[in-house]
């Protein structure tokens, strides 16, 4: 499938590119590294970001066409999926979008595992053993023989480095590592890209972060943390829920924890709580948001808990079943 998604992409005059609903770090990297890429190639490329994402990652779409209203489908030669699926998992405008590509040739870029039941038509390229999305491309990109320009290596080292907590996580195998230092060879400044990511926040983020910790509960003899996101903690800091990015992470810095679980409660009721989990080594993540629809890798996965309507519920349904994976 390789080859066919090399024919496709690097036959392409025009293509749009899309990620997953609130794209995070991986997501937006990658799409604006490919699209910056193949716009110093004379492609023309477009972004079309659904949802939100946090505020401190917007310099990574400073210099990319976005089409957010698809206007004009036709005059793609190619779509793009990246770090996503389908055309579902847009978020509520899926559907539409959808319906506006159709015809229009389709690749798809992913890392995560997939059921049968989940591919579409379309030109796959899935390595579940890619540390990120933004190490795929960077692969693709090579096999393409295009250099990207600077912005987009540091958009593509952005991506590796926060799908894989920096360089620390299970994810980190020799292939990311050797990845991004064929990228630093290109420019790539690392500490550049850690002071965009971690330390660019609004101060509305570091208050509620501040509540966040406040909130955290540990459960089952030490080895689960929980901690929660309410609206009412949204109205008190005046902060987004695009500003929780990482902070599930917390929850693993204390001493015994084998998962940590961030409760997402935005206050819109029933199949909207998201729950994010981080786990140590040797637990299994991924198989527990599995078992609520959900998906991701297996020391960092999520889903939206589809019987809560708020974050108490959520923690209810969660317990009931994460002793199992601990």
Not at 49 to 72: I, R, Y
Not at 130 to 144: D, F, H, N, P, Y
Not at 203 to 217: C, F, H, M, P
Request: aromatic fraction near 4%; glycine fraction near 12%; charge should be negative.
């Amino acid at each position: 499938m390789t080859e066919e998604f090399l024919k496709l992409l690097g036959g392409a005059k025009s293509v749009v590119i899309f990620s997953h609903h609130n794209p995070d770090g991986d997501a937006l990297g990658s799409s604006a590294g490919l699209a910056l890429s193949l716009n110093c190639c004379g492609v023309k490329a477009a972004v079309h970001v659904a949802g939100t994402w946090s505020e401190h990652l917007g310099f990574l779409l400073e210099g990319v066409e976005t089409d957010e209203a698809l206007a004009d489908p036709s005059r793609y030669d190619a779509a793009v999926l990246l770090d996503c699926r389908s055309f579902d998992r847009l978020g509520p405008e899926g559907p539409e979008v959808a319906a506006k590509m159709a015809g229009i040739p389709l690749a798809v870029v992913d890392h995560h595992l997939l059921s049968e039941g989940e591919i579409i038509p379309g030109t796959w390229l899935v390595r579940p053993e890619a540390g990120s999305t933004g190490e795929m491309i960077w692969g693709v990109l090579k096999r393409l023989e295009r250099t990207p320009p600077p912005a987009a290596v540091r958009a593509l080292l952005v991506a590796m480095a926060t799908d894989t907590g920096f360089f620390t996580q299970s994810n980190t195998t020799p292939a990311a590592l050797r990845a991004a230092a064929e990228l630093v060879e290109l420019g790539g400044d690392l500490e550049e890209v850690r002071r965009l990511v971690s330390g660019a926040r609004p101060l509305r983020a570091l208050k509620l972060k501040g509540a966040v910790l406040t909130s955290l509960d540990v459960r089952l003899d030490g080895r689960l943390a929980i901690m929660r996101v309410t609206p009412e903690m949204l109205l008190e800091t005046g902060a987004l829920m695009s500003d929780t990015e990482n902070f599930v992470e917390l929850g693993r810095d204390v001493a015994g924890v084998m998962m940590s679980v961030l409760v997402k409660d935005s206050g819109r009721g029933a199949g909207t709580v998201r729950v994010s989990l981080r786990s140590r080594k040797g637990v299994d993540a991924q198989g527990l948001a599995q078992l609520f629809g959900g998906g991701g890798h297996r020391q960092a996965a999520a889903y939206n808990d589809p019987a809560a309507v708020d974050a108490a519920g959520a923690i209810e349904n969660l317990l009931a079943r994460v002793d199992a994976f601990l």
